[in-house]
């Protein structure tokens, strides 16, 4: 489902299209490696499932971004380059209530800059006009980074931790709109 452009409150960042042969490329090159394999697990991916990337599957995966129409899609560019991704799931997923807000620093250099802080307060802003007055997401308990963030923007636990069937501990959360 195509997302509208978002502008965020740093000039220099904004949320923009994906495309299918830019994105895929950098897809393969944020996931390679010892980086990439700490992303994945930043993200919540398993061990057994952390393997370096291939062209065709990012391919398939940012054309999957485009067309699928349970998910809003964004890359973040910052001055011009695109950094990462950032996404809504619009209906439940893996027991998580929808909408609920997902993202990705591919560019390990871009991670704790506020651009995290910048695009998620974009997609929020923009959910809450579209008449969403809760939004969810979840986090790794041990990623300290993305719980912070998320509790900056006001997001609260929702219910207790929870192991997956990999064994993740994750937890999910909620932002009520203030106006509720």
């Known amino acids: 489902m195509k997302a509208a452009h978002l502008e965020t409150s740093n000039s220099a960042i904004e949320l923009i299209e994906p495309e299918v042969e830019r994105d895929a490329m950098l897809g393969v090159e944020w996931l390679y490696g010892e980086l990439g394999h700490n992303t994945l697990t930043l993200m919540g991916v398993?061990?057994?499932d952390n393997k370096p990337t291939t062209l065709e599957a990012e391919r398939e995966r940012v054309?999957?971004?485009?067309?699928?129409?349970?998910?809003?899609?964004?890359?973040?560019?910052?001055?011009?380059?695109?950094?990462?991704?950032?996404?809504?799931?619009?209906?439940?997923?893996?027991?998580?209530?929808?909408?609920?807000?997902?993202?990705?620093?591919?560019?390990?250099?871009?991670?704790?800059k506020g651009v995290g802080l910048a695009s998620?307060?974009?997609?929020l802003e923009y959910l809450e006009s579209q008449g969403n007055h809760i939004i969810y997401s979840r986090h790794l308990t041990k990623n300290e980074r993305v719980k912070a963030l998320l509790e900056s923007l006001g997001f609260h636990n929702l219910?207790?931790?929870?192991?997956?069937?990999?064994?993740?501990?994750?937890?999910?959360?909620?932002?009520?709109?203030?106006?509720?």
């Open 46 to 48: 398993p061990d057994k």
């Open 63 to 112: 054309k999957g971004f485009i067309e699928r129409d349970d998910q809003l899609n964004w890359m973040i560019q910052y001055e011009g380059k695109v950094i990462g991704s950032v996404w809504v799931d619009l209906i439940e997923k893996e027991k998580l209530p929808s909408p609920s807000v997902h993202i990705m620093i591919g560019d390990p250099n871009m991670r704790g």
């Open 120 to 123: 998620i307060s974009a997609v």
């Open 159 to 180: 219910g207790d931790k929870y192991k997956d069937d990999d064994g993740l501990e994750w937890q999910k959360v909620e932002r009520v709109n203030a106006g509720d």
